[in-house]
């Protein structure tokens, strides 16, 4: 019930193009998702989060889909750009203080 | 900006030896975290602290142990190193207070490699 789902485990994007991201999870209690980016070399950073109260939520050209039904969540990326390549992370986490449960991570790699 | 700054970018020890990994945060978090990444895997906990002198085990602590003296400062011991604990290192800090999940800050890894 602790795990979080994510896929693909790689993918390979034209510059311009949409990239997404998927993620599943169990536990209804978890009330915190966030997206972590970790650049080569780097540790991982804050991209975006939602709570669940919401469906959508939009920060530049990224976007998380949320739908609290089926129990799942995934990134959508407008207009990929190189710069964007990084492995992503989703997470999940339920109250306070509490740790965070992570996916196993996505690679992506936009073509120049 | 908050700082999560660990000691060694990357680390080489040797089969059977004490190892110290040293995260300090700089913002006055009370939650502090390890994790260990691994590819295919992701991170995963190996312990966390809510306060000085408090910790709790993730889920992977078997050949680990933590200690935090100080608010600040989290440190992730391994008492006898063996191959398997090769690996990247992360440390993370959390505000504390509040009922709700905040976002956590991360360190820049320390590389380990046990030969």
């Known amino acids: 019930q602790q795990q979080v789902k994510q896929s693909p485990q790689s993918l390979i994007v034209q510059k311009g193009g949409i990239s997404i991201i998927n993620c599943a999870y169990e536990?209804?209690?978890?009330?915190?998702f966030p997206w972590y980016q970790q650049f080569p070399g780097k540790g991982p950073a804050l991209l975006i989060a939602i709570r669940p109260d919401v469906s959508e939520k939009k920060e530049g050209r990224f976007t998380i889909s949320f739908n609290k039904s089926a129990k799942q969540f995934s990134l959508h990326i407008m207009d990929s750009q190189p710069g964007d390549s990084a492995t992503y992370f989703c997470?999940?986490?339920?109250?306070?203080?509490?740790?965070?449960?992570f996916g196993p991570g996505t690679r992506l790699s936009v073509l120049p | 900006d908050v700082k999560v700054t660990q000691s060694s970018r990357y680390l080489v020890k040797r089969t059977g030896e004490k190892v110290f990994l040293e995260c300090v945060q700089d913002m006055d978090h009370e939650n502090m975290f390890w994790y260990r990444q691994d590819p295919g895997l992701g991170l995963r906990l190996i312990y966390f602290?809510?306060?000085?002198?408090?910790?709790e085990k993730g889920d992977i602590p078997e050949g680990y142990s933590v200690s935090r003296e100080k608010k600040e400062r989290f440190s992730l011991i391994l008492e006898s190193a063996s191959t398997n604990q090769t690996s990247m290192y992360l440390c993370a800090s959390q505000p504390g207070g509040g009922e709700r999940s905040t976002e956590a800050f991360f360190g820049q890894g320390t590389r380990l490699t046990v030969v």
């Open positions: 536990n209804t209690a978890f009330d915190y």
């Open positions: 602290s809510y306060d000085v002198k408090m910790k």
């Open positions: 997470a999940a986490s339920k109250g306070y203080g509490q740790n965070f449960v």
